[in-house]
């Protein structure tokens, strides 16, 4: 070969190498997880199970048909037809596809340093809500982190256990029930706060209470959740007994708005206070809003009704085996009365991603 060639081959190969190299860094970049684990303390929208093993409590969804768009086709205690927003976040940020929850039984050693779920259904911010539920009450779901942080110690040691906490998504859903149980349907709390701005005030210093819990073990990076248009939810529609046409309600609508408002406010303040952490405000609002007011948009068809059984009250117990579900799950957008079908938790969960990425870059 002629010194001419053997240089052409050489730089031929040098820059097949080069690319192949460099393809090869692209594609480890985009599969790399963002963080090293994702945590999940809250209500139904992220309980990924925990109430399957927690006896007391009156919702559970590892009944048919909850779980029927899962690979396996079986309920394991999501309120959904499939995938939780958490399940879609954790995906996105290539984590894990699913989070099982700290209470399953044999959960792996890869399960715990990557990360679980301590949320239960029925639970609030306010003790109260959870008195009704019997959930594991949002106060409470530390104790389980507690027991978590000891288990991941004796997995990975105790430094590398603290940098895997300090690096962690955590998320943190709830407030819905609060209001729902507490003040909206059931008006247990309005004697005590006769305004709505009132009970607001108190659930949120009963969040920064939380978030200053979390902190002190060990957390860094805390997302939280807003109020959903509440006056949506099918049965909140419902309650309203003279709602034939089913219209949101809006004076609920309005006080998540003021609420959102009040929690962004807030948020900035904690982070302020907690040196070292970053605080991140979900607007799930915005993104369910635009929903219900633009389905055709997203590919949806029914907003005011749930895709089980008659879709107007049905949730946890009363959506069972005997009742009849909509042709089509992901052309609604609540799957149940009161939780969204596993399309629109992959709509906000992705709307969220980009949020997260936007703040991870800052």
Known sequence: MSPSKTIITLALFIATTLVAFCNANAANATTQPLFPAILIFGDSTVDTGNNN????????????????????????????????????????????????PFLQPNLSDQDI??????????????????????????????KMFKSYIARLKSIVGDKKAMEIISNALVVVSAGPNDFILNYYDIPSRRL??????????????????????LYSLGVRNIMVGGLPPMGCLPIQMTAKFRNILRFCLEQENRDSVLYN??????????????????????????????????????????????????????????????????????????????????????????????????????
């Open 113 to 142: 340093v990557t990360g679980v779920c301590f949320a239960s259904a029925g639970a609030g911010y306010d003790d109260l809500t959870s008195l009704s539920t019997q959930a594991i009450r949002v106060s409470d779901q530390p």
């Open 53 to 100: 093993y927690h006896i007391q409590t009156i919702f559970k969804a590892q009944h048919f048909p909850y779980g029927v768009d899962l690979p396996n086709h079986r309920a394991n205690g999501r309120f959904s037809n499939g995938k939780l927003i958490s399940d879609v976040i954790a995906t996105n940020l290539n984590i894990k596809e699913f989070v099982p």
């Open 261 to 362: 408002q009040k929690l962004q406010k807030l948020l900035p303040q904690i982070q302020a206070s907690l040196t070292g952490s970053k605080l991140l405000y979900a607007n799930v609002y915005d993104p369910m809003m635009d929903i219900i007011q633009n389905p055709s948009k997203y590919g949806f068809k029914e907003t005011k009704r749930g895709c089980c059984g008659t879709g107007f009250l049905e949730t946890s117990f009363m959506c069972n085996v005997f009742s009849p579900t909509c042709q089509n799950h992901s052309e609604f957008v609540f799957f149940d009365s009161i939780h969204p079908s596993e399309a629109t938790y992959n709509y906000m969960g992705n709307v969220i991603d980009k949020a997260i990425r936007g703040w991870i870059a800052a």
């Open 192 to 213: 005590e706060f006769p305004r709505i701005s009132d009970y607001q005030n108190f659930i949120l210093k009963r969040l920064h209470k939380f978030v200053q819990e």
